[in-house]
């Protein structure tokens, strides 16, 4: 059965974290398990059909399979997007479902989804459902900043540190499953916005600048504020829905269905999100954060530089 983590236990899992108040970014090296590809280039798979779970393990399987990604009694965190009920705003139950039986096929010892969010959010979109189905635990982290540990960014230059939540450090691999789709400031969100999902509200709210419009130049700080945020937390995998999403009034919709009908999955983040920001009509260099990322080498931006696998479910 699934089981949602109360206070005491999160109290007691912060505790052996360790007392040490900030976490160096290299601590974080065990929770992105992955194995670098046989070729040079980086290898994003993408799934088409009209069959969720079917493409989304066809996805994982043509990057290897989730063997690559989950060793046999790793625990394993999942953080898929549940900010709003409305059709093309949330992950697809589908997926979440594939990826925890793939999970536990791969030998793991432990599936958890990770939320700062509410069981109204988790029961609204049909995932906590999900959950209880294959014995995943639903991870509720309250919000008050007891629960969220400081990781240092020495290099951020928008933000010095995250705070990500301590239940997280739990772990001992992390597959991020957002939903792509737009957003009313800086027009997308995909793998990298989706790590805000780990942060502290407090600290994501320190992206936004005081009396925040979307001015470009506020845009382009919070963009620059995402960057740096996913130097504090590396997926070992990234599995995207982009089968049915808002191409309008984003992120919590309603809002205009584009319906490309496709699963993309990948360890590079950059390149994902460079050929996601393509299917609601984007160039990559027109969203911030990922020309950003792309000049810190966070990733590849240049699609003609990545292999990308095609498949049919």
């Known amino acids: 059965m699934a089981r949602t983590i109360d206070r005491r236990t999160f109290l007691e899992r912060g505790a052996k974290i360790g007392a040490a108040a900030v976490i160096a970014p290299r601590a974080l ?3 992105a398990r992955q194995t670098p590809p046989a070729a040079s280039a980086p290898v994003i ?16 399987e043509a990057l290897g399979g989730m063997g690559r990604f989950v060793d046999k009694g790793a625990k394993v965190a999942l ?3 549940v900010q709003s009920r409305h059709p093309g705003t949330f992950t697809k139950p589908e997926i979440l479902r594939t990826v925890i039986r793939m999970a536990k096929e791969a030998g793991a010892a432990e599936v958890a989804c990770l939320s700062s969010l ?9 995932l906590s459902r999900v959950c209880l189905d294959e014995g995943a635990a639903l991870v509720l982290v309250p919000a ?10 020495p290099e951020g230059r928008g933000v010095r540190e995250a705070k990500l939540m ?10 991020n499953l957002p939903i792509t789709k737009d957003h009313a400031g800086n027009k997308f969100t995909g793998t990298m916005k989706n790590l805000m999902g780990l942060n502290s509200r407090p600290a994501n709210r320190a992206f936004h ?11 382009e700080y919070l963009e620059t504020c995402i960057v740096d945020l996913n130097f504090a937390a590396r997926p070992a995998l990234n599995i995207v829905d982009a ?6 009034n984003g992120p919590m919709g309603p809002g205009e269905l584009l319906k490309p009908m496709k699963i993309v999955a990948g360890t590079d983040r950059v390149a994902i999100d460079a050929y996601c920001a393509g299917l609601l009509g984007f160039r990559p260099e027109e969203i911030i954060a990922i020309r950003l990322a792309a000049e810190r080498k966070l990733g590849e931006i240049d699609l003609g530089k990545v292999r990308i696998e095609e498949v049919k479910a």
């Not at 509410?118 to 049909?126: A, M, N």
């Open 29 to 31: 090296a065990r929770l």
């Open 45 to 60: 798979a993408v799934a088409g059909g009209s069959d969720y779970a079917a493409m989304t393990a066809k996805a994982v």
């Open 79 to 81: 953080l898929p997007n």
């Open 118 to 126: 509410t069981q109204q959010h988790w029961d609204g979109t049909g």
């Open 144 to 153: 008050d900043e007891t629960h969220y540990q400081t990781v240092a960014l």
């Open 166 to 175: 301590a239940a997280f450090f739990a772990y001992d691999a992390f597959i």
């Open 209 to 219: 600048k005081p009396g925040w419009t979307t001015d470009p130049a506020d845009i």
């Open 243 to 248: 089968t049915e999403i808002i191409k309008t």
